[in-house]
């Protein structure tokens, strides 16, 4: 027995127009600045409270051109909610990301996400407020990076993944990167690298 699936994810381009479409829609910049796992930076929020803020940097991981193409395919031979999250504004852009997991599964739009049911993709709009760039690379470094609560941002790509794809046409396993990792020190140890 065939069974047809629940939804059809369209192509990248045009899931990427419909995300420009309603980003228009909703009176925000209709450029954007794609990030991955590398480029959030979770710092304490300067009101004093206990809760973090994101920014961002690409100064010191830059994306590769095309990243957020890759990061949708890959993203898109997965049957979970695929989603397009915009973090907010730079510089007349909207800054945002690529996220998936059953995690999104739940929100709704009261929560922010408007969902295409048909695609299996949320767009979550986001503040209409500027994120902050960093570009000091000690504030970079001081970055939360664990004891933090769980953010819908921790479902990112990483640019690892991304590179992995774009060098071995697919993501490594967990032993190919460790196999890997053991290649490269053994080779700078006989003096080659």
């Known amino acids: 027995m065939n069974i047809a699936p629940k939804f059809k994810r369209p192509a990248f381009d045009e899931a990427l127009s419909a995300w420009k479409t309603f980003l228009g829609r909703q009176g925000l ?14 710092e304490k929020d300067s009101a004093g409270s206990a809760s973090v803020q994101p920014g961002f940097q690409l100064k010191f991981t830059p994306p590769p051109p095309g990243a957020e193409q890759i990061a949708y395919d890959y993203f898109s031979g997965f049957d979970s909610r695929l989603v397009f999250y915009r973090l907010g504004s730079f ?42 760039e960093i570009t000091d690379a000690e504030r970079w470094k001081r970055r939360i990076l664990k004891n933090r609560s769980l953010h819908d941002l921790d479902f990112c790509m990483t640019l690892r993944t991304v590179h992995e794809i774009l060098a071995h046409g697919r993501a490594l396993s967990t032993y190919e990167r460790y196999a890997l990792k053991l290649f490269h020190v053994w080779w700078r140890l006989l003096g080659k690298g």
């Open 91 to 132: 510089q007349d852009r909207s800054v945002c990301c690529l996220l998936c997991d059953d995690w999104f599964e739940a929100r709704r739009e009261a929560d922010g996400f408007i969902r295409r049911d048909d695609w299996l993709i949320s767009f979550r709009p986001g503040a209409r407020e500027e994120i902050r």
């Open 29 to 42: 910049p209709t450029g954007l600045i794609w990030l991955f796992d590398e480029n959030l930076c979770f």
